[in-house]
């Protein structure tokens, strides 16, 4: 297999995570829309956040050698044995990806806190209330600020992953 196929198999496996990740929560969105027993009832805002990783993962699962070639570029196309420097940017991508996805995830779960906290649409509680339950302390801040952070170091790793993989094999000599 070429490099490009590696990457591939990496970018459906994150396809599959991003899709129970929106499954799960689709269905806490419903249950607390469909529950009489909370107060709280999540508007349109939140069902749409929901569904970015779902259609996001569709994308990812049917076009894995696209978002693959994007990666890689054009030089790892050819047919040859899987050189150090190619598996080590494969494995640079892959850690990419992965914290790619949690960041994607724990962003998701924050944009929704927001558009819960924001619209404040309760039937038992009236607005102040929800936005006091749902204030932002000192360590939610501090959480969404690691959450920005481990995102752009993500991406940086996504995106420059042959950039970095060959910075690795340059100090390893």
Known sequence: MKPIHYLG????????????????GIIEFLTL??????????GFISMIIMLIPIITSVFLWFFPLTVAYKLL????????PVNPKSLLTIFVASIGLFFLYKSLMDGA?????????????????????????????????????????????ALLLVVKCRTIAGFMARIAR
């Open 9 to 24: 198999l990496v970018v459906r496996l994150f396809a599959i995570c991003l899709f129970i990740y929106g499954v799960i």
């Open 33 to 42: 829309r469909l529950n009489d027993m909370t107060s709280f009832k999540p």
């Open 73 to 80: 570029g054009k030089e790892e196309r050819e047919f040859e």
């Open 109 to 153: 779960f924050w944009l929704a806190f927001y558009a819960m906290s924001s619209s404040g649409s309760s039937e038992i509680m009236t607005p102040s209330q929800v936005s006091t339950l749902l204030a932002m302390d000192v360590s939610d801040q501090a959480a969404i600020i690691s959450t920005l952070v481990e995102l752009i170091v």
